[in-house]
């Protein structure tokens, strides 16, 4: 079964920056999109950003202009570089792939605390 691989939380300073990767642990067909939604605590999860296979891309509102998706999709590799960080970024954030064959992969999450 294949098994998404985040990797790159952690703690830093607001204004600071983090890139979160998140891979697959085998092979994954029909890919539709890949990306990234976070969940804070007492909060619903939310989306962050999304890369779909034709390269369009789709960003929350709180963070146009300081986050990026990335993919690879030879690699079935996901990224998030995450700049000027501010403390309400502070979530546990969780990779996701849709695939058109065999549906929704999630990763385990990974915590990203922004304090000073």
């Known amino acids: 079964q294949v098994r998404l691989v985040e990797s790159g939380g952690g703690l830093v300073q607001p204004g600071g920056s983090l890139r979160l990767s998140c891979a697959a642990s085998?092979?994954?067909?029909?890919?539709?999109?890949m990306g990234w939604y976070r969940q804070a605590p007492g909060k619903q999860r939310e989306l962050v950003a999304k890369?779909?296979?034709?390269?369009?891309?789709n960003y929350a509102d709180s963070v146009k202009g300081r986050f990026t998706v990335v993919r690879d999709n030879a690699k079935n590799t996901v990224y998030l570089q995450m700049n000027s960080l501010k403390p309400e970024d502070t979530a546990v954030y969780y990779c996701?792939?849709?695939?058109?064959?065999?549906?929704?992969?999630w990763g385990q999450g990974t915590q990203v605390t922004v304090s000073l």
């Open positions: 890369i779909t296979s034709s390269d369009r891309t």
């Open positions: 996701n792939i849709v695939s058109a064959i065999s549906g929704d992969y």
């Open positions: 085998g092979s994954i067909f029909g890919i539709r999109a």
